[in-house]
Structures are given as C-alpha cells and as structure tokens.
C-alpha cells in the first residue's frame, strides 16, 4: 500500500453506487486520490472515444460490448491477462472481456433476466408457474379475465423474446452451455449459413402470440420503464419482464409487493431459458501516466471487501469465484443462472460492427409487429435485408 498518486476514474455506474466504493479503496491506500466522475451509460461510448481522440482520457473506464472492438483496435487498452482481476473472473466473464485470447477488463457481475410474477396474482389463477409457453399464454388469459394486464416487457427486443430465442437455440445444437459471444445461432447467420428468417421464425412466432391473443396491449411501446414498473407495484400486471435492478424499485414503490423472478418458458417443459449478459468492465489506458496505481485500482475492485461494497451499492450479482453475494429470495433461480452463465442476449452475441444499427432495425421491425403493421416473417425478412446491407 505505498502507492501514491492521482487516478482519474470515469463510471457509468452513477457517484451514489462508486463514491462508497472508491472511499473503501482510499482506506486501503491513503496515498492515492481518486478522481471519480459519472458519464450517462447512453453517452458512455461517445464521451470516452472523444476524450482519447483529445489526449484527456481517464486513467481507468468502463470496457463493453459497444466500445472493445475500438479500444483494442487503437490499442488504447492495457493487458491484464497476468492479474490478479482476471483470476478471479467467471469463465462467461473472462471470455466477454478478451480480445484474441488476452483479457483486458475486469467485469464482476452478470445479469438474467425473466418474467417477474406478482405472485398474489399467480395466486389467484392457480397459483404454479408456468412450464412450457402454452401454459403461459393460458395463465395470460385468465389474468386478462380478472382485469388485469397479463404481461409487458421492459425492453424493446425483450427478455421474453430473449429467452424464447435462448431456448430455441439451445434445442437445435445453436447454443452451448455458457456460450455467451460468437453463439452458433448468429454466427450461422452472419456467416451466411443460415438467416434470421429461417432461425428466428418460430421463437418469433411464438412471441408473437402474446400480442395477437391480446395478453400485452400493443400501447406497452410508448410506456416509460417507471410507468410500467407502477402498474406492476400496484396489482395491475401479472407479469413484468426485467432484470434484477428493477426488484428493489418495484419492492420500493410498494413494500408489500410479492414477486419472484423465473425463467422465460420454452415450448416444452425443461426447456426454459433466461435472457442475460456479462456486465461491463473496467479497463485501464494503456497510455496512462499512472498504470501502476490504475492496475493497483482495477486489482483492489476484485477483491472480496470490494466486491461486496459494489454489490451492496449496486444490486448487481457477482458472478467472481472469490465472492458469492447475497440475493433476495425473489432471485433466488436468477442469481443461479448468472452464476452459470444459461442465457442468451442479442446486444452481444451479435457482432460488434453490426449490433448497433441492427438492433435499431429489429426494434423498429417489432415495433410494427406488436402494432400489427407486419407479420414476424416481415419483420426477419426486413432484418435479412439489413444484414446483407450492412456486410456491403
């Protein structure tokens, strides 16, 4: 702990969840300043490419999906494969921050996601979770007949749609056991093998159902996320597709909420999967003028006291080998399959180059399918086009 000197640290997790975390650390190291500061995750990738390109980089930033095919490319990221941070990362973790077999983050945390019951409502149409997709759309209707909304997602593309996919993939040999980037389903796509049309037709047929039989109103794409977190706190949904850091908001607006996370049903029973991801990471500047106090910095944000600031500060479930953190029963099943990485998410399976203006033409694709202006064969047909587009 004789390090010293200044560090410049730029979170998109906001000052709230990282201020407890850097003071633990300047416990640890008197000497050294941290210098925190907080960027909007939707600007995150702009920012930090504009700050390198100007010389005003921080000494350690965030390091995803969005932003690693550039950091490696400008080599503008140091390699941390012999760290002690990459030691302690799960297998899924370890993979999402590597480039070419070396690692260059440190990514605690993972996220699942699946359909958020109300269980006060399950109660009142039998009380069992649903098994196979069949049973979910069933259990939708009778929700439906006592008044309330039976379903809405939270995302665009969807953690019901996500996890349909997941499952589907998983059935046909696409999709191995904690196989989170370069998934078999995409790359036969993206390679030419195969297309969206033929992969994704019946996972999106199924999705489909739960707008054609009525059990999500088709209004659920102009709701904000805290809209439908309201009806959701206040009996008024059966059921919220989300990610773990919207259970303590939905426990928040009312205490007496009973919910549980599951996984998203597959066509037959056993078949269910999650939709989810490795969490970004923190990476250090190659050009750092203070690399050994920004290793020191990203090696401490591995350690077990670490970690168990981040996770009380942030929710998220950490996925470390040295670390197990402690999960609400709600999350039980989902904290389970973060751990063991069973799940599947588009934002970073597809290829980099591509997933940004692809995922914009699948959302504004679904979008019209959920309002009825285009059939899920549309909808893949369009996103063919697009890929063909966009490989030039």
């Not at 070396?102 to 006060?120: E, M, Q, R, T």
């Not at 069933?138 to 006592?146: T, V």
């Not at 059939?375 to 966009?390: F, G, H, I, N, R």
Request: negative net charge.
């Amino acid at each position: 702990t004789g390090l010293s000197g200044t560090l410049s640290f730029l979170s998109w997790d906001t000052l709230a969840v990282m201020q407890p975390v850097v003071d633990l650390f300047q416990k640890t190291y008197p000497k050294i300043k941290v210098q925190l500061e907080f960027e909007d995750p939707n600007k995150y990738v702009a920012t930090l490419a504009t700050r390198l390109s100007a010389g005003t980089a921080p000494d350690v930033f965030i390091y995803t999906a969005q932003n690693k095919a550039a950091l490696n490319a400008g080599d503008h990221v140091l390699e941390l494969t012999d760290q002690d941070c990459a030691k302690v990362m799960a297998a899924a973790n370890r993979d999402f921050m590597s480039n070419d077999g070396k690692v260059y983050g440190f990514s605690p945390a993972s996220w699942a996601s699946g359909p958020i019951w109300n269980l006060d409502l399950l109660d009142r149409v039998g009380g069992t979770p649903p098994t196979t997709w069949d049973e979910l759309l069933q259990i939708g209707h009778q929700l439906k007949s006592l008044g309330v909304t039976p379903f809405m997602d939270a995302a665009q593309l969807g953690t019901m749609l996500e996890g349909l996919l997941g499952s589907y993939f998983k059935k046909q040999g696409w999709l191995q056991q904690g196989q989170v980037l370069d998934v078999g389903a995409d790359q036969r796509i993206f390679s030419g093998q195969s297309t969206f049309e033929e992969s994704w037709n019946v996972p999106l047929a199924m999705y489909n159902e739960l707008y054609t039989q009525g059990l999500v109103p088709s209004s659920v794409v102009s709701l904000t996320g805290s809209q439908i977190d309201s009806e959701f706190a206040n009996g008024r949904l059966g059921a919220l597709g989300s990610g773990p850091w919207d259970v303590n908001t939905l426990v928040q607006e009312n205490a007496n909420v009973k919910l549980q996370m599951l996984p998203v049903p597959g066509a037959q029973a056993g078949e269910d999967f999650w939709c989810g991801a490795p969490n970004q990471g923190w990476a250090v500047h190659s050009k750092s003028k203070n690399l050994d106090v920004a290793q020191a910095f990203v090696n401490w944000l591995a350690t077990p006291d670490a970690l168990e600031m981040y996770n009380k500060q942030s929710g998220d479930i950490i996925t470390t080998t040295n670390y197990q953190s402690p999960v609400p029963p709600s999350l039980t099943q989902c904290a389970q399959a973060a751990r063991n990485s069973e799940y599947y998410f588009t934002g970073i399976s597809w290829p980099t180059q591509y997933s940004e203006l692809l995922g914009d033409t699948a959302i504004a694709q679904v979008n019209l399918m959920i309002q009825g202006k285009a059939s899920p064969t549309q909808v893949l047909q369009a996103m063919d086009t697009e890929v063909k587009k966009l490989k030039g």
